[in-house]
């Protein structure tokens, strides 16, 4: 296996982690929802597990993307999904000041909230991070 | 600055019912204006406690119901638009939704200390989701796939005559009505999560054997299920002469239908009936 000549950079921190980095641009968010819907597939969720990781990657996308000013410095949205035995975790992370902090009272918010486990939003740095954890019901996979 | 948010679902970080600037509000936009949403929960949260010291069955109760209700119906509808949807799907989601709501109205406790639409949303959403559950998930997507498959099929063939062409995703989706997401996913579904490899080549012994998946691609989605040629080759051996030779044209060499019509002098109609049958009874040999 080549993986073995792989600069650090390119390696990935586990097997099982995809990472996707998207451009600021509500058009490519189409690219996380198919990525999500066949990692929901692969760990074996339900069909309506599998819309709703594909309902709450695009709300924590429309977080950033819809947020005013954000995207005009050419900034991508990163998405990192991992997982083991017992859970799903999707970190949506992007360069943001942090002033760019996610509305709790809308509707993107409070449907996150409904959808996943656990939800947490994190500025530091410069970046804002959403994490959201999805607790896998079924054995299969 | 520095700032975490977090949030599980049952509890909501939501301004209590005694409004008053939230520290966390005022953390999180520091120069700006009071968020128009304040406004608006402060005053559902007085018309629910007015409704609340009125006993059940008061005309004035149910007015005020009434209008927490209409006040929320463009939110409901908000919510089930991002479940997408088409056509009367859309229209039953947004029904659901509405009961949803007005459980959510009739159950909620002001003095609990949470906001409205924290307590309403997964309740609203929990609707939908039953409502898929129940109704139409499990019959509904698949069924939606099935048939936006069969319908692309046909387009597909109609535009690459019409276009001298191979079309578009666009012009595909365009066609059938669908977003091109959902084109795409339906020609994903034909081919994902099965085990048979389909992009083995059919002719081994031809450089450029085409691949299984291009026969199959845009004939039944359901097909690769029982292409699995070792499972294939009993049912293959029950079918009559004429339907095997068919089926080797269209899926083995790549015919059309209109090209297999011509050489057994049927209509390209008569195929497709023909085809259809005879893809029918190989399921049912696979069940």
């Known amino acids: ?141 | 600055m520095d700032g975490t948010v977090t949030a599980r679902p049952e509890t909501d970080p939501e301004e209590s019912p005694d409004e008053g600037p939230d520290e966390q509000d005022a953390d999180r936009q520091p120069a700006g204006p009071v968020s128009p949403h304040a406004e608006r929960r402060a005053e559902t949260m007085r018309v629910f406690h007015r409704m609340h010291k009125l006993p059940p069955g008061d005309p004035e109760r149910e007015r005020l119901r009434a209008e927490v209700i209409e006040d929320h119906m463009a939110y409901a509808r908000r919510i089930a638009a991002r479940y997408g949807g088409h056509g009367e799907v859309v229209e039953d989601f947004v029904q659901v939704a509405y009961l949803g709501l007005v459980k959510a109205v009739d159950n909620f406790d002001p003095g609990h200390g949470t906001g409205f639409l924290g307590y309403a949303t997964p309740m609203i959403m929990g609707e939908i989701k039953r409502y898929f559950r129940d109704a139409t998930w499990d019959v509904h997507v698949p069924r939606r796939m099935q048939e936006l498959s069969s319908a692309l099929r046909k387009v597909t063939e109609a535009l690459t005559q019409e276009l001298g062409r191979s079309p578009s995703v666009a012009e595909l989706a365009e066609k059938v009505r669908a977003t091109p997401e959902e084109v795409i996913e339906a020609m994903d579904a034909a081919s994902a999560y099965t085990t048979a490899s389909l992009d083995r080549p059919v002719r081994v012994d031809s450089a450029e054997g085409a691949s299984l998946a291009e026969f199959v691609g845009d004939e039944d989605p359901r097909f690769e299920a029982v292409v699995n040629r070792e499972v294939l080759k009993p049912l293959l051996a029950r079918l009559g002469e004429r339907d095997k030779r068919i089926l080797m044209m269209r899926f083995f060499r790549g015919m059309t239908q209109s090209q297999i019509g011509e050489e057994l002098h049927v209509s390209q109609m008569q195929v497709s009936r023909l085809l259809t049958r005879i893809l029918e009874e190989l399921r049912a040999g696979f069940d």
Request: with cysteine; proline share 5%.
């Open chain 1, 1 to 141: 296996m080549q993986q073995e000549n792989y600069p650090e950079s390119y390696r990935l921190p586990r097997p099982s982690t995809v990472v996707l980095a998207i451009p600021a641009d509500r058009e490519q968010v189409v690219l996380v929802r198919s990525v999500a819907g066949h990692i929901a597939a692969r760990l074996g969720m339900s069909v309506a597990e599998l819309a709703d990781l594909r309902l709450a990657v695009d709300e924590a996308c429309g977080l950033f993307l819809l947020a005013p000013g954000f995207g005009t410095a050419g900034e991508t949205v990163e998405c990192r999904f991992e997982h083991d035995a017992s859970s799903l975790t999707v970190l949506v992370s992007a360069a943001a000041p942090a002033s760019l902090q996610p509305d709790v009272d809308d509707i993107g918010w409070l449907m996150l909230s409904a959808l996943v486990d656990e939800l947490t939003w994190k500025s530091e740095q410069g970046v804002a991070r959403l994490t959201m954890v999805k607790h896998l019901s079924g054995q299969g996979g």
